[in-house]
């Protein structure tokens, strides 16, 4: 009782009555045991170790923390893991993470997450916030700006993040600078950079280092952007705030001075010659400068008060006239090349990634915009309008496909940069992307990064013909007939279904007898399949080409295979077919009427009975479709809308049609084509082919 106290004081949960009773009872037999003075036997004493043993982990077990919480993961984790594409899913398991805080599983959670869906630029905010440790946040960070390198958002949060990580470190400046210039030369040029131009502006600003903000202010006036034109006004008050001297450099400055001295030369010249020469100075003499207040050398140092004196105000008045006067032309030219993008940004919807479909205009939008933007030929552009859209249409392969025929001209670098992205990350089961980037690896000779790519979608596409196609493909054009054969070999082998197994075998069998010339080794090939799927007309089709193609014709091995077909257990419909076929090879190579006449006998048995079985379907079809009439309808109504059914053998002249053999007994119904005559013969083809 004090042991059983003292586990309930330590917090423990107190047991259940059961677990009481099979305890209490477990000891009360040990102790009878132990007191008996009969040796137990030794089965009963593995059995006593045992249940001791197995106590002992029932009691530390107790003393361990509670697994409630650990199942509650576990179960988040199989939602997941069974279906990697279920995005909501993945926002409940990174939900629970974040409550428990336990890095170690947050850390798996979210490195899992971002490789499935990298685009999701707020998580990566989100795992740097959980993030204890600064170099450790950091790290997500640069792991972020890199998956989604346009991202305007993640840069900012990145960038405050870095100016209070690096506030009193000694290369602050160089620091924070170059990580700004990392975010401008990746997204600079996006249409909707205006905070992060505007964040780098103020930072240098609260840096006191106005000329570098003068050169931003030029670089941003060269692109288009949302909020052009409040740039400009901004530009506008940061020069009428500051004298030129202090926000440009020393070339530009002296060099607007000299223009700005110019210009009022010239002004006054045309005044004084105007006026009387008497009153007025020499044309030649200038006047003097503008008055100072304070003698040369004496005025106060740039940027402290009472800088700009009266005099100097009449020189800085112009010349920021003449600063703006510049930067206008260009705020015009940019302001005719926001006009004409600015019709395709108002349309976009969703500038971010999401799972969620788009909107067909949203996608022609896109579709649009890049035509517009390529035409325009600026590369830079043209792959920032690229990268953004294939943010947004991430899950559309065809704006992949768009991408890498964009980047071809520029080698096969720059396409598997842009075809690695969508078929690693985004679109792992999509075969045709595949297929493209490994056509685009054999183009340029990369056969093994070619072989590559299909078997990664092989692994992500277990048992899809066409992706097992195409890798034998590869190998063929290589020349590699040795892996040809074993690649033929191995899918056969490990057909899940006779079905496919036919298939391939047929495959097969083709290339042996069409790209190797080796006859035999293809029938072989068939017969072997034959064996396993008697039923698949396809492999007598097959057999039959292959005896076709020899040089010359054998009679009883046609005649041989087209009796196992006919005789074999396949439906009535494939066998009037070979039938068919058999009558036309007797027509064109047989060396014995005999055999054309028996053949035809045994066509009209196959007919009669494909007949028999066509007007007993059709019976018991116009049985139900009456029985459904009288019950719906009075009985001279259904009377009236009976219908005869259309002719047997004229449905099955279409599927003669399918074989291309349509016209070729059309003879048989004029007896003087021939030099005989047998009884029954020209009805042959009323009744088959007439309705041809």
Not at 288 to 306: C, F, K, R, S
């Amino acid at each position: 009782m004090s042991q059983a106290k003292g586990k309930l004081h330590n917090g423990d949960a107190p047991k259940s009555a059961s677990d009481t009773v099979g305890k209490n009872s477990y000891v009360n037999a040990e102790s009878s045991t132990t007191s008996d003075n009969t040796p137990c036997s030794d089965k009963k004493r593995e059995t006593r170790v045992k249940r001791r043993e197995r106590g002992k982990e029932e009691s530390a077990t107790d003393k361990k923390p509670s697994t409630k919480d650990l199942t509650e993961l576990d179960k988040y984790w199989k939602v997941v893991e069974d279906n990697p594409s279920d995005f909501t899913g993945w926002t409940y398991l990174l939900q629970y993470v974040e409550q428990e805080k336990n890095m170690a599983t947050v850390h798996k959670a979210f490195d899992a997450f971002l490789a499935h869906y990298p685009y999701c630029y707020g998580y990566w905010k989100k795992y740097a916030d959980l993030e204890k440790e600064p170099d450790k946040a950091e790290e997500v960070f640069e792991h972020g700006v890199k998956a989604v390198a346009l991202s305007i958002d993640l840069w900012i949060h990145y960038l405050t993040f870095a100016v209070n990580k690096y506030a009193s470190h000694a290369d602050r400046v160089s620091i924070i600078r170059g990580l700004f210039e990392r975010a401008m030369a990746a997204a600079g040029l996006d249409f909707r950079s205006d905070k992060l131009w505007e964040m780098y502006m103020k930072w240098e600003k609260e840096n006191g280092d106005l000329h570098r903000v003068t050169a931003l202010y030029d670089r941003l006036l060269t692109i288009p952007t949302q909020h052009y034109r409040h740039h400009f006004d901004c530009f506008k008050e940061f020069i009428n705030s500051h004298h030129p001297k202090d926000i440009l450099d020393v070339d530009e400055f002296l060099r607007l001075r000299n223009q700005v001295f110019a210009s009022k030369s010239t002004l006054h010249t045309h005044i004084t010659a105007d006026d009387d020469d008497t009153d007025s100075p020499p044309a030649r003499v200038e006047e003097p400068p503008p008055g100072l207040e304070v003698p040369p050398g004496e005025e106060p140092a740039p940027g402290t008060a009472g800088t700009t004196s009266k005099g100097d105000d009449a020189e800085v008045a112009p010349l920021r006239e003449k600063i703006i006067e510049l930067r206008r032309a260009m705020f015009d030219a940019l302001q005719t090349e926001v006009s004409k993008r600015w019709t395709f940004e108002e349309t976009v919807r969703r500038p971010y990634f999401h799972v969620k479909p788009l909107e067909k205009s949203q996608l022609k939008n896109w579709r649009d915009y890049l035509d517009f933007e390529i035409s325009c030929g600026s590369h830079e552009r043209i792959v920032v309008l690229f990268e953004r859209c294939v943010i947004t249409c991430a899950l559309y392969e065809e704006f992949w496909l768009k991408y890498a025929k964009y980047q071809e001209p520029r080698g096969i670098e720059a396409i598997r940069h842009v075809l690695q992205r969508a078929c690693h990350i985004h679109l792992p089961k999509k075969p045709h992307l595949h297929f493209t980037w490994a056509a685009y690896e054999e183009r340029h000779e990369k056969f093994e990064e070619a072989a590559a790519v299909l078997h990664v979608l092989e692994k992500n596409m277990n048992g899809l013909a066409m992706v097992s196609l195409r890798c034998i493909s590869l190998e063929r054009r290589q020349g590699n007939f040795s892996r040809v054969d074993e690649l033929y070999k191995d899918y056969i082998g490990k057909a899940e279904s006779s079905e496919v197994r036919s298939f391939y075998a047929i495959k097969y069998a083709r290339y042996l007898a069409k790209v190797i010339g080796n006859i035999d080794a293809a029938k072989t090939i068939l017969e072997d399949a034959l064996d396993s799927d008697q039923s698949n007309h396809k492999l007598y089709l097959q057999l039959v080409d292959i005896e076709y193609q020899k040089s010359t014709v054998d009679e009883q091995a046609m005649l041989k295979l087209f009796g196992r077909a006919i005789d074999g257990p396949l439906p009535t419909e494939h066998r009037v077919a070979f039938s068919q076929r058999r009558l036309e090879f007797l027509e064109d190579f047989g060396s014995n009427v005999t055999r054309i006449l028996d053949a035809y006998e045994e066509h009209q048995k196959i007919l009669k009975e494909l007949q028999s079985t066509k007007k007993r379907k059709m019976s018991e079809s116009q049985e139900s479709t009456d029985k459904k009439n009288r019950t719906e309808m009075t009985p001279e109504v259904a009377s009236s809308n009976y219908a005869q059914p259309p002719p047997v053998m004229q449905s099955y002249g279409d599927m003669s049609a399918a074989y291309n053999y349509s016209q070729h007994w059309g003879a048989y119904a004029n007896p003087t084509g021939y030099g005989y005559q047998h009884p029954g013969w020209s009805g042959y083809a009323q009744q088959y082919y007439g309705a041809q």
